[in-house]
C-alpha cells in the first residue's frame, strides 16, 4: 500500500513570509497527525484530526498556525508569517483511528526560515 | 504530564559491539511504548513496541522490555552493524490522550567497521 505523502520535501523562506505543507495519509486512515521536529529534538505534536475533526490542537500556535483536514482526507499545514524559529522538520502521520493503533509518518518537509 | 527521557547521544559503537540506549518515561496511565528509528535521510520507523507491563518487543535483533515497576523500555541489540547507525527515539502513547506519541530527544547511533 502507499504509505504517507508529504509535499514540498524542502522549503527555504524568509520570516514573515507564509508557507504550506501538504499531506495525503494512508487510504482508510481516520487519524492524522502533523508534528514538528527541531534539530536535535523529538517530534512534537501540533495538532491531530480524527476525519474532518480536530481531536487535539493544544500545542498549536494558533496565532500563526492554522491546519484542515477538508473532506478528512488530505489535510494542509500553514504557517503566516513565518519566524526563524519555525525552522523544523514537519512530519505528518496518519493510524487508522487514535489509539493504540500504530501510527506511519510520511518523509517531512524540512522548513527553514532565514 | 506524560514525558520521555533517553540518554544523550552519541554513542559511538563499533561493530559487534552490544547496545544499550537508555529510556524512562512518566505516565499518569498505562501507556504503549515504542521505539522509533529514523535512518539518515528518511523518516521516522517503528522499530518495536509493547502495549503493557512486562511485554517484551522485538524487531531486526532489537529487543525492549516494558518494566512498570522502574518506568523504563531500555533498547537493547546484541552485535550491532554499520547498518544500523541511525538516530533513535522512544516514545509512549496514552490511549486515553487520543494516542498522540510523546517523543524523548533522540539517540544517536554510529556505528564504526
Known amino acids: 500500500e502507499a504509505g504517507v505523502a508529504q509535499s514540498p520535501r524542502y522549503k527555504i523562506i524568509e520570516k514573515r513570509q507564509s508557507v504550506a505543507f501538504w499531506c495525503n495519509p494512508i487510504?482508510?486512515?481516520?487519524?492524522l497527525y502533523w508534528y514538528q521536529q527541531i534539530l536535535g529534538q523529538g517530534p512534537k505534536l501540533l495538532i491531530q484530526?480524527?476525519?474532518?475533526?480536530?481531536?487535539?490542537d493544544s500545542q498549536l500556535p494558533k496565532d500563526r498556525f492554522s491546519a484542515e483536514r477538508l473532506k478528512g482526507v488530505d489535510s494542509t499545514l500553514k504557517i503566516q508569517p513565518a519566524k526563524l524559529e519555525d525552522s523544523a522538520v514537519y512530519l505528518c502521520?496518519?493510524?487508522?483511528?487514535?489509539?493504540?493503533?500504530?501510527?506511519?509518518f510520511g518523509p517531512g518537509t524540512r522548513l527553514t526560515v532565514t | 504530564g506524560n514525558s520521555v527521557t533517553q540518554m544523550e547521544g552519541p554513542v559511538t559503537l563499533s561493530e559487534e559491539a552490544f547496545l544499550t540506549i537508555n529510556c524512562t518515561y512518566t505516565a499518569t496511565g498505562y501507556p504503549s511504548l515504542f521505539w522509533y528509528v529514523q535512518y539518515p535521510g528518511e523518516g521516522l520507523q517503528l522499530l518495536l513496541k509493547a502495549t503493557k507491563a512486562d511485554d517484551k518487543g522485538s524487531n531486526k535483533g532489537f529487543e525492549a522490555t516494558y518494566r512498570k515497576e522502574t518506568t523504563s523500555f531500555h533498547l537493547e541489540k546484541g552485535s550491532v552493524q554499520v547498518s544500523d547507525s541511525a538516530v533513535y527515539f522512544c516514545a509512549l502513547s496514552d490511549y486515553n490522550q487520543g494516542g498522540k506519541l510523546i517523543f524523548g530527544q533522540g539517540t544517536e547511533l554510529s556505528v564504526k567497521p
Open positions: 502521520a496518519s493510524s487508522y483511528l487514535e489509539g493504540a493503533y500504530e501510527q506511519y
Open positions: 487510504s482508510g486512515h481516520a487519524t
Open positions: 484530526f480524527q476525519n474532518n475533526g480536530v481531536v487535539d
